[in-house]
């Protein structure tokens, strides 16, 4: 069992940048794979990074590559995603989830989710 909190969204202006967090619970924390979605208002929600227990990455390279960064401190049971460059369409609520596959881009392929954290970017 994970549990997922993220932290650090808010309202920046476009070009400005935002780190948000993700502490999960449990000892399996450093066995899971953990990436980090967004969903926009009436948008399904969509994959932008995930990087595996042994730090492979993998990002949306159509929409955050370049800009956004995944990161983990399994000391900490925490994985972090630092925005740069923050677009008006970066505007989200950001989620984190947890599963066993790496690479997974889809939604049914992690188990656990956060109750997300608000990003708004404005122009």
């Known amino acids: 069992q994970v549990q997922l909190v993220e932290s650090g969204g808010g309202l920046v202006q476009a070009g400005n940048s935002l780190r948000l967090s993700c502490a999960g619970s449990?000892?399996?924390?450093?066995?899971?794979?953990m990436g980090w979605f967004r969903q926009a208002p009436g948008k399904e929600r969509e994959f932008v990074c995930a990087?595996?227990?042994?730090?492979?990455?993998?990002y949306n390279t159509g929409s955050v590559k370049g800009r956004f960064t995944i990161s983990r401190d399994n000391a900490k049971n925490t994985v972090y995603l630092q925005m740069n460059s923050l677009k008006p369409e970066d505007t989200a609520v950001y989620y984190c989830?947890?599963?066993?596959?790496?690479?997974?881009?889809?939604?049914?392929?992690?188990?656990?989710w956060g109750q997300g954290t608000q990003v708004t970017v404005s122009s």
């Open positions: 449990g000892r399996t924390f450093s066995t899971v794979a």
């Open positions: 990087i595996s227990w042994s730090n492979e990455t993998t």
């Open positions: 989830a947890a599963g066993l596959l790496y690479p997974a881009t889809g939604t049914h392929q992690y188990k656990y």
